[in-house]
């Protein structure tokens, strides 16, 4: 939940739908990902790896779940920028808050921010 509407802090969920076997490695910066392991992004908040949800289907990709934690607005900005580029050519969807997002970083950052408020447009987690 939001620390307080002014500061644009909080919690928020978001998953990474993706063929591509290496794009929780690379969201976490690291080549060991297990649920609960943490990427600190400088100014930005932290990124916290939450689990992968196998496909039901052979076709379909694979699902990967993440808690972001950000102090600010400015935070909210700097973690997009970050998630826009470690995605980018992954042919990965971002989905924050069930919504799918458009893979622009002020698109993201939007979406951030609007999850965070808990915005009647993006379904929250309950």
Do not use: K
């Not at 990965?92 to 915005?119: F, K, W, Y």
């Amino acid at each position: 939940m939001p620390s307080s509407p002014t500061t644009g802090g909080g919690t928020v969920a978001f998953r990474i739908r993706s063929f591509d076997s290496e794009v929780h490695f690379r969201v976490m910066a690291t080549h060991n990902v297990v649920p609960g392991v943490r990427r600190h992004v400088h100014n930005g908040g932290v990124i916290v790896y939450v689990r992968a949800v196998d496909p039901a289907l052979t076709n379909m990709p694979r699902i990967h779940e993440f808690l972001v934690q950000l102090g600010s607005e400015n935070a909210a900005g700097i973690l997009a920028n970050r998630l826009w580029s470690d995605l980018q050519g992954t042919g990965a969807t971002l989905e924050i808050g069930r919504v799918e997002v458009h893979m622009q970083s002020a698109a993201i950052r939007d979406a951030l921010l609007m999850a965070r408020a808990g915005s009647p447009t993006v379904p929250s987690r309950r």
